[in-house]
């Protein structure tokens, strides 16, 4: 009896902390940079549930890195999830910035809240070039803004990739290995003995374990090896083509660029393999901020 009351008042002590943090919604962020970002703020395994404020600690996270544009923090029991969006513009809100060109491109439209344009809509933009200033004279006086906005524009991009008829490749097999760890707070405790040689691809999988919908500081980690054997493959002419214009088509979702069309795309055979450059006109945000710094001016 004695030792059901204490495993109790245990459980309920350890339910009102954090033992587990699942970060959802990066995709050029690391998630070991996000858990390390909110450790400087107090923010981790162990950390009091009551002390995870989500306003406060969203605007934190946006400083320290400044590819999170947006960041909640939900607690779950004993689970924080935080949810990140990312952002390709560096921006300080608390400082006056410049808007300048992220590609070459022809400015389609310019959607700014403050500072004063430099170029309009039509002109043509090359990287780097100055769109929206931050700085200018007004009443005899110098006014420093931050400006916030969208610059659009026309730009076009030439893609090329090319690849042997021959190729080796690495090809999944059916006997897949699985070591399992136990986690008990944040310390991992091995359940397997041996390690796993050669070439592989690995999967890991938490499972916490809970009592009474109570999450606890004990989970099961499972890593699934998969090997992979290397094997001599021959593309056709169609295949090779197929497989560089999907690569090409990664690169362009990478780039995160939605709006686009194919202008051209042009083939060219070799005896050893096809190389494929493919043009595409999108219409794309090109703003890219550039914080001014008030020290350095006279």
């Known amino acids: 009896i004695v030792g059901a009351a204490v495993f109790i008042l245990l459980l309920n002590f350890l339910s009102g902390y954090i033992w587990n943090i699942e970060v959802c919604g990066n995709e050029t962020v690391k998630k070991e940079d996000i858990i390390n970002a909110c450790k400087t703020f107090d923010v981790g395994i162990?950390?009091?549930k009551r002390k995870i404020k989500s306003s406060i600690l969203s605007q934190?996270?946006?400083?320290?890195?400044?590819?999170?544009?947006?960041?909640?923090?939900?607690?779950?029991?004993?689970?924080?999830?935080?949810?990140?969006t990312e952002t390709r513009l560096k921006q300080n809100r608390n400082c006056p910035n410049n808007i300048k060109a992220a590609a070459d491109g022809i400015i389609e439209?310019?959607?700014?809240?403050?500072?004063?344009?430099?170029?309009?809509?039509?002109?043509?933009?090359?990287?780097?070039d100055l769109i929206v200033s931050g700085t200018f004279e007004s009443m005899n006086q110098t006014?420093?803004?931050?400006?916030?906005?969208?610059?659009?524009?026309?730009?076009?991009?030439?893609?090329?990739?090319?690849?042997?008829?021959?190729?080796?490749i690495s090809v999944p097999q059916k006997n897949t290995v699985k070591h399992k760890m136990l986690r008990v707070f944040n310390i991992k405790i091995p359940l397997y003995l041996g390690n796993v040689q050669g070439d592989y691809e690995s999967k890991i999988k938490t499972e916490s374990l809970k009592i009474t919908g109570c999450e606890l500081p004990v989970s099961i980690i499972t890593k699934k090896f998969t090997p992979l054997e290397k094997i001599n493959v021959k593309y056709s002419q169609e295949?090779?083509?197929k497989k560089l214009e999907k690569t090409i088509e990664k690169q362009i979702k990478?780039?995160?660029?939605?709006?686009?069309?194919?202008?051209?795309?042009k083939i060219e055979k070799s005896e050893k393999?096809?190389?494929?450059?493919k043009t595409i006109t999108a219409h794309e945000n090109i703003a890219y901020y550039e914080e001014i710094l008030i020290g350095d001016i006279d």
């Open 254 to 265: 990478d780039l995160k660029i939605k709006d686009y069309e194919t202008e051209n795309t």
């Open 109 to 128: 439209k310019i959607d700014i809240s403050g500072g004063m344009a430099v170029l309009k809509v039509g002109d043509t933009v090359h990287t780097g």
């Open 143 to 168: 006014v420093f803004e931050n400006i916030t906005g969208t610059v659009t524009a026309k730009t076009t991009r030439t893609f090329t990739v090319s690849g042997n008829y021959k190729q080796q």
């Open 273 to 277: 393999g096809i190389t494929v450059n």
């Open 60 to 84: 934190k996270l946006a400083l320290k890195i400044p590819e999170v544009a947006w960041g909640s923090f939900n607690v779950e029991g004993s689970k924080l999830t935080v949810n990140i």
């Open 46 to 48: 162990g950390t009091n």
């Open 239 to 241: 295949e090779l083509t």
